[in-house]
């Protein structure tokens, strides 16, 4: 079983930028991927990066060049760093481990099998 804990959520204007952790502890190696999903209410829950055991990142299109995604394997934190945010970016931003069925499903929600609480970030 993983646990996941994730931190720093909050509000902030557009352009502005917000650094998100979330501490990883538990059988951890069982699961090759990590990362972040979002989601607003009456919306599916969406891919935002991830990351594997090997360091290679996967970003979703409506995100890439903003966000960054990074994995400390030491300490098992995984950090989104946000920026140049946009009120579309507002969702509770959720992390999550697993083991997608093929690298082409990376950011699909529903290969993930473990999750955190989320934390709320809101852009306005």
């Known amino acids: 079983h993983v646990q996941l804990v994730e931190s720093g959520g909050g509000s902030v204007q557009p352009g502005g930028s917000l650094k998100l952790s979330c501490a990883a502890s538990?059988?951890?190696?069982?699961?090759?991927?990590i990362g972040w999903f979002r989601q607003t209410p009456g919306k599916e829950r969406e891919g935002v990066a991830a990351?594997?055991?090997?360091?290679?990142?996967v970003y979703a299109v409506s995100i890439k060049g903003r966000f960054t995604v990074s994995l400390d394997q030491v300490k098992n934190i995984l950090v989104l760093q946000l920026n140049n945010l946009t009120p579309e970016d507002t969702a509770v931003y959720y992390c999550?481990?697993?083991?997608?069925?093929?690298?082409?499903?990376?950011?699909?929600?529903?290969?993930?099998?473990?999750w955190g609480q989320g934390t709320q970030v809101t852009v306005s």
């Open positions: 999550a481990a697993g083991h997608p069925k093929s690298l082409y499903r990376v950011l699909w929600s529903s290969d993930y099998q473990y």
């Open positions: 990351v594997d055991i090997d360091n290679s990142t």
């Open positions: 538990g059988a951890t190696s069982s699961s090759r991927f």
